[in-house]
């Protein structure tokens, strides 16, 4: 939850926004430190310099994340893939399987979500255009994959070994980017 936008801050609301249970001091509380997460929901929060109460009005610790909700799709034959996207590893393709209701990822900067799959077995397999890596994790139906465990080639990240996180075909499920 946002920190208020006027009023005074306490040390107390910091200690509750940023978790930080001990003494507190503002020179601990720069913006990629310890305890203020680097992301956009914490912009006015420099990250060196001086640093005041006013820096922390309207500022969160969540980072900002978009959601969508996905519809199960399939394609079947010799490669056999869920969830959405188009048959094969093949990038820049209008998707051919499943749905998403939102696939504009206004947290990238509207980038395209334009895969997002359970292929061959094993592989999960994600697209997004210009292959942003500012994101952390991906929430697929609950299961969470930190970005940093895909292997990534240009625009799509792919990581081998998994089981399908989808539910059934046709059912929906929900999809998760985190900044």
């Not at 929901?41 to 820096?55: A, Q, R």
């Not at 869920?82 to 998403?100: M, T």
């Not at 206004?106 to 359970?118: E, P, T, V, W, Y």
Request: proline share 3%.
């Amino acid at each position: 939850m946002a920190l208020q936008g006027s009023g005074a801050i306490s040390f107390d609301n910091l200690r509750s926004e940023y978790s930080n249970s001990g003494s507190i001091a503002l020179g601990e509380m720069y913006r990629g430190g310890s305890f203020v997460l680097n992301h956009s929901n914490n912009s006015s929060v420099p990250t060196s310099g001086t640093i005041s109460m006013n820096n922390f009005y309207s500022q969160n610790n969540d980072a900002p994340s978009f959601s969508t909700t996905l519809t199960v799709g399939q394609v079947t034959g010799k490669i056999q893939e869920q969830g959405y996207g188009n048959v094969g590893f093949v990038q820049d393709r209008n998707p051919a399987f499943g749905s998403l209701s939102d696939n504009t990822i206004d947290i990238l900067s509207g980038a395209f979500f334009r895969q997002c799959k359970f292929a061959l077995g094993s592989v999960i397999y994600v697209e997004i255009d210009g292959g942003s890596t500012s994101w952390s994790s991906i929430v697929i139906n609950g299961t969470s994959i930190n970005r940093t465990a895909f292997t990534k080639s240009s625009d799509e990240f792919r990581l081998n070994g998994q089981s399908s996180p989808f539910p059934a075909v046709g059912q929906t499920c929900t999809v998760t980017i985190n900044a």
